[in-house]
């Protein structure tokens, strides 16, 4: 038997004439092609997961599809991680387009950001994630929430959730290159002993999951460059506000 792959399938919609949906879906049937998801993505653009064991019929189906007048077909293609959040949330991430690892979010989207941060907490091995955002805005929560998604136990490296915590030492279960490790940059290097940052130096070593809150203070004051960071990830309380670290760097120093 053959094993099965999927696919994503986005069309824009320039007529959307009654029956136009059945009639796709009752091609991809006669061609034995499974949906496994649809949605609708942002306006008329319409996504769909799609399972097959023969790549042959998405060609195939690519190429008849390009002949019907009322639809474009915008991409067919492998799906990748926005593609399947796009149609499980019915919108596509903001993304950089310079800065192609850098994805954007505002607060009234904690529930697309929690299943993005979930999908890549997921995965096995070393990826180190940046989140950028101002205080309160919901960096660490969003954390916690990816990680309960993911069915990943989540490690306190430094923080300012339960007052300001800087570890030295964690213990042999808390050291589970499972984990997801959580770590405030501007914590771990203003209020930074030699033991936390061997600690940190450790941690950044492992193949794990790093996410690091404020990570240009972080690149700033530490040896690691933004080529350490996999993914940048940018939460805002709105599209226009600005993040400024001047505004609230100084209030981590008061405790001092």
């Known amino acids: 038997m053959k094993p099965t792959k999927q696919w994503y399938m986005e069309y824009r919609i320039h007529k959307n004439r009654p029956g136009l949906l059945g009639d796709i879906a009752s091609l991809l049937g ?19 997961l799609l399972e097959t064991d023969d790549d042959e019929k998405i060609s195939l189906m690519g190429a008849m599809l390009k002949k019907v007048d009322n639809i474009t077909v915008c991409a067919l293609r492998e799906p990748k991680l926005v593609d399947i959040l796009a149609v499980r949330h019915g919108r596509y991430i903001d993304r950089d387009s310079d800065d ?7 607060r009234d989207e904690l529930g697309l950001l929690v299943d993005f941060l979930g999908e890549l907490f997921k995965k096995s091995g070393n990826q180190v994630i940046g989140l950028r955002g101002m205080p309160r805005v919901g960096k660490t929560e969003s954390i916690i929430a990816g990680s309960v998604c993911a069915m990943k136990r989540w490690t306190f490296v430094s923080s300012t959730l339960l007052r300001q915590t800087v570890r030295s030492q964690l213990s042999e279960d808390e050291m589970n290159p499972n984990n997801v490790f959580i770590i405030d940059g501007i914590v771990s290097t203003i209020r930074s002993n030699e033991r936390h940052y061997n600690l940190l130096q450790d941690i950044m070593g ?9 990570p240009d203070v972080f690149v700033q004051e530490s040896e690691y460059t933004y080529d350490d960071f996999d993914i940048i990830v940018e939460l805002r309380n709105n599209p226009t506000e600005e993040i400024i670290y001047d505004t609230f760097t100084s209030s981590y120093n008061d405790d001092i």
Do not use: A, D, W, Y
Request: contains cysteine; charged residues 25%.
């Open 100 to 106: 192609r690892k850098t994805f954007r979010f505002t």
């Open 30 to 48: 006669m061609l034995e092609v499974n949906i496994l998801t649809i949605n609708g993505v942002e306006g008329k653009t319409r996504g769909m």
């Open 206 to 214: 492992m193949p794990c999951t790093k996410v690091i809150e404020h």
